[in-house]
């Protein structure tokens, strides 16, 4: 299994970034997929949830209305389209599978966000 983030960078505040996460390694279509965020000094908190097929989504509450995650099947990517960024989103953000009861990371991709 294979998660590879990118789209992080710096970004000022009130602006916007895509994330992705590309896969490989296992049946992506068949997977929820979640993306995660870890802030310096701070544990790793969950962001985002997009369940097989993208029919249920699910958000943390300090990023509703504001980030949106979706998926394409054929591409075996996750997505993160973050809007309205303000400097309390800026850490290393994952994405994550779970196969087996067995966690899987990427290596993350940094968001700064400027005031």
């Known amino acids: 299994v294979q998660l590879v983030e990118s789209g992080g960078g710096l970004v000022q505040s009130g602006g916007s970034l895509r994330l992705s996460c590309a896969t490989s390694?296992?049946?992506?279509?068949?997977?929820?997929m979640s993306w995660y965020r870890q802030a310096p000094g701070k544990e790793r908190e969950w962001v985002a949830f997009i369940s097989m097929g993208g029919t249920n989504t699910n958000y943390a509450a300090s990023v509703k209305g504001r980030f949106t995650i979706s998926r394409d099947d054929a591409k075996n990517t996750v997505y993160l389209q973050m809007n309205n960024l303000k400097p309390e989103d800026t850490a290393v953000y994952y994405c994550?599978?779970?196969?087996?009861?067995?966690?899987?990371w990427g290596q993350g991709t940094h968001v700064s966000v400027s005031t």
């Open positions: 390694g296992f049946v992506f279509r068949n997977y929820d």
């Open positions: 994550k599978v779970t196969k087996w009861n067995r966690d899987y």
